[in-house]
């Protein structure tokens, strides 16, 4: 008798995912399924560097894609790297353009614009920062700009 | 002599060539070779479908990115449909989400907004649109949103 129940409790379980899913496909009637739908909350983002100090109006030099559930990967050059320091800062970005101690950069006004804008654990971000040149950048603490 | 001149000729644009080449590098010193720097302007998007009408501090409910060159991919459902549309309207999107003839939606308030959001040819991309309700997404012209 206890086989035959938990026989039945399994199959009220598969009963209830299989109606979450019906549920969950809704979001996407016509498309075709995707892996985008998941329990985890989702995470995609663009990084950018753009040429002078508006990320609005310049042009952009490089742009990359970046996800991080269920497992990094994207464009990025190093995904992994990329979301591990976005684990560890959260939405609040600016310990990763912090310069590297130890590195000198000189001072010129060549000023190159990195962002990183899109989906961060279900919330949008929106995070952009003004070098003053482009040493400032690759003296900078992060992976994640570096595209 | 003429051949002697055009082998310069082209022997002086190689170098020209490998010159930019090693700029370009510049870029990424410390990063992996990667996929981002190529001949084409960058394209690299993020598509997301947010609860409410306020798709900055709303709960993203999916959220997808896309690429469009050398050739379309991304987590988005159908890369191909989707930069097909980006290339047919460039950047203005408004006929994406205009709904598709013979389709009639309830009307009532339960607004979820779209947005795409990145770089697109090189410049940045960002377009945000409010359906009344979900019928309204769903009954859009567009791929794009079918995330």
Chains 1, 2 share one sequence.
């Not at 739908?37 to 990320?55: C, E, N």
């Not at 030099?61 to 992994?80: E, Y």
């Not at 560890?88 to 950069?105: E, F, H, K, V, Y």
């Amino acid at each position: 008798m206890r086989s035959i129940t938990r026989n039945l409790g399994l199959a009220t379980g598969a009963m209830a995912l299989a109606a979450l899913t019906a549920l969950a496909g809704t979001g996407a009637a016509d498309a075709a399924p995707t892996g985008t739908q998941t329990l985890y909350a989702p995470s995609a983002l663009v990084v950018s560097v753009t040429a002078g100090p508006d990320a609005a109006h310049g042009t952009v030099l490089r742009a990359a894609t970046l996800v991080c559930a269920p497992r990094p990967g994207g464009t990025h050059p190093d995904p992994a790297a990329a979301c591990a320091e976005l684990k560890a800062n959260g939405p609040a970005l600016d310990p990763l353009t912090a310069p590297r101690p130890n590195i000198r950069c000189t001072r010129e006004w060549n000023p190159v614009t990195v962002t990183a804008d899109g989906v961060w654990q279900g919330r949008r971000l929106s995070y952009t920062y003004t070098f003053a040149n482009p040493c400032g950048l690759h003296a900078s603490t992060g992976m994640l700009f570096g595209v």
